[in-house]
Every structure is written in C-alpha cells, then in structure tokens.
C-alpha cells in the first residue's frame, strides 16, 4: 500500500510537470539564459510547484504517520517555498532571500526539532551546550538551501541529486527501524523523480528556487534528524557530497579570488565540465554514477569499524581532491 501511495506522488509530479510547461499554463514563467546558465533558449521554471505539490499530496497521503515536531517542519518549509516562488516570479534582494532562509531554519530547529545531536566525525563529539548545537544547526540548514539552489544549474542533476540521496536516507531509515523516516525520504525521493524524469536533458522545465531552496531545506532536515539515532551527521554529509564538495570549493575559491558570491558564473565544477565539450548527458550520468557511489559508501559505513568509516572519509577527500584536480588540468585553471 505505501509504495502504491508513493507511486501516485510520483504520477501526480509528473502529471504536474507537463501541464506547467505548457505554453499556456497561466504560471508559466520562463528562466531567460543569463551569465550563469547552461541553457540557450528560456525555459519554463516552475517544476518546483509540481515538487510542492507531491510532497503536499504525500503529506495528506501519510498524515497518520505525523508527529508533533512535523507542523513546526512543514510550516517552516511552506514559509520558505512562499518566498522562493515569489523570487521565481521576481527576483528578491540577497537580504530578504537571506532573512527568510534564517527565520525557516530556525523555525526547523527550534519547533521542529530539527537539530545536531551526536558525534560530527566518527569517534569524535564536540561537547556543546544546546544553543550552540541550535545555532549550527541553523547556520547548516541556511548552507544546505542555498547550496542546493547553487547546484540547480544542468537538466537532471539537482532533480536527480534528490532522488538518490533521500533514496539513501530512506534505506537507512528502514535498516534503523524508523518507518516515518524512511517514508518520509521515500516520498521525497518519488516527488522528484516525476520531475526528474521532465527535467532530464533535454528538460521541459526547471524546478526553479521554489524546487531547489525547499529541497535542500529538506536534505539538511533529514541529515540532521538522522542524527537522532540512524546514522550521524557526517553520514549524511557523505551521501550529498557531490553537492557539498562541489558548492563548498567553488566558493571558497571565489571568495578567495576576491569575486562577489552573489553574482552569477559558470565556476561549479559540473558547469566547467559541460562547458569543456562533453555532452550535458555524459556529465549528469557521471553525476549520477558519483551520488551513487557516494550514498552507497555512506551507507556501508554506517555499520562498520572506526577505521573503515575513517578510511571511507579519507578515500572521498582524495576522490575528490583527484578529480578536481583533473577538471582544472583539462581546463588549464589552477
């Protein structure tokens, strides 16, 4: 019966998906090319609405299975797909777009239980008081949306980021014994594999900010209350480390070069590499090849000794040292 549920969301997305991307959706709004894009031609941005709408849809489908902390959670995640699909429409300042990002993480936190608890490296817990552990866990949840919204930029990547890594938190849900997890990773997964599947190069329709700001609101939810007994955090971190990875350096590296955060380029590494002559496919299945590796370390790791979740940490910084390395020598970039 769940997975028939599940399957429905999947449908409904889909359904979704092709009716916002009819030229003569009243909705419709197109995503005109800028510095940043990999696109040539505007495109319909409003597959975000088709993602809310399944996770509304899988919310009524699982409502007995809700817990007190979940009305904090869902409010906190209406609140801020609100104001990504009023950015859609019109583009938002920095400071509003920030503001409403710190007011729903800490919503999540504070009414939602959305918070760190346990060790952040494997054998190694920082003794914090409380609020400092809400206070991170704020600032993490403000880092998880606005990386996601920077790695929204190649049909079928962020779409199908979404539907490995809650796949994988949904499987380790389920090997925990927390069903309400699980299905909530599940649902989650299935919505954004009836977008995907529009989205895929080439795509139909974007998801847009109201897609890509509340599902990276979701993955640092998730990953932190995985922590309460399911897998610790760096776990979590490990599954969406090509997202991570990939956002993390390529900012440190604009900052360090003096350049405005805010503005928009062409420097991810999944960018450089679609740009450097290899078709959009090739890049988000090698993506996807990585979001896989990635989750299925990260799941393997959850059951084994100190020093083979050290050894799997240590082995994907190398991987991924490796293989920026290689998109810089290809590019001829330090």
Avoid: K
Wanted: contains cysteine.
């Amino acid at each position: 019966m769940d997975f028939v549920r599940l399957l429905l969301v999947t449908c409904v997305v889909y359904g979704l998906t092709r009716l916002f991307a009819h030229p003569r959706n009243p909705w419709r709004i197109l995503d005109v090319p800028n510095e940043r894009s990999l696109h040539a031609v505007p495109v319909p941005r409003t597959g975000g609405l088709a993602i809310l709408a399944g996770l509304l849809l899988a919310i009524a489908l699982f409502a007995p299975r809700l817990n007190p902390h979940d009305a904090g959670l869902i409010s906190a995640l209406a609140g801020i797909a609100v104001v990504s699909w009023r950015d859609d429409r019109a583009s938002l300042s920095p400071v509003i777009r920030l503001a409403a990002q710190i007011i729903a993480a800490a919503t999540a936190v504070i009414w939602g239980g959305a918070r760190w608890a346990g060790p952040v490296l494997p054998g190694v817990a920082l003794a914090l008081p409380p609020a400092a552990r809400e206070a991170l866990s704020v600032l993490y949840l403000v880092w998880c949306m606005n990386l996601y919204n920077f790695m929204d930029g190649l049909d079928g990547l962020a779409g199908g980021m979404a539907v490995i890594g809650f796949g994988a938190l949904a499987l380790l849900g389920a090997c925990a014994g927390m069903p309400a997890f699980a299905i909530a990773g599940a649902a989650i997964s299935m919505a954004a594999l009836g977008f995907t599947i529009s989205n895929y190069p080439p795509a139909r329709l974007f998801m847009g900010d109201a897609g890509s700001v509340p599902l990276g609101f979701l993955a640092g939810v998730m990953t932190l209350g995985a922590t309460h007994g399911i897998a610790p955090l760096w776990v979590g971190i490990l599954i969406f480390s090509p997202f991570f990875s990939d956002a993390s350096v390529t900012l440190v590296r604009r900052l360090w070069r003096g350049e405005n955060p805010a503005q928009a380029h062409r420097q991810h590494y999944y960018q450089r590499l679609a740009v450097s002559g290899l078709s959009r496919v090739r890049v988000v299945w090698y993506e996807y090849a990585l979001m896989v590796s990635s989750a299925l370390s990260a799941w393997w790791a959850v059951g084994g000794s100190l020093l083979a979740q050290w050894s799997i940490i240590a082995a994907w910084v190398g991987i991924y040292a490796a293989l920026a390395a290689l998109i810089d020598r290809r590019q001829g970039c330090g």
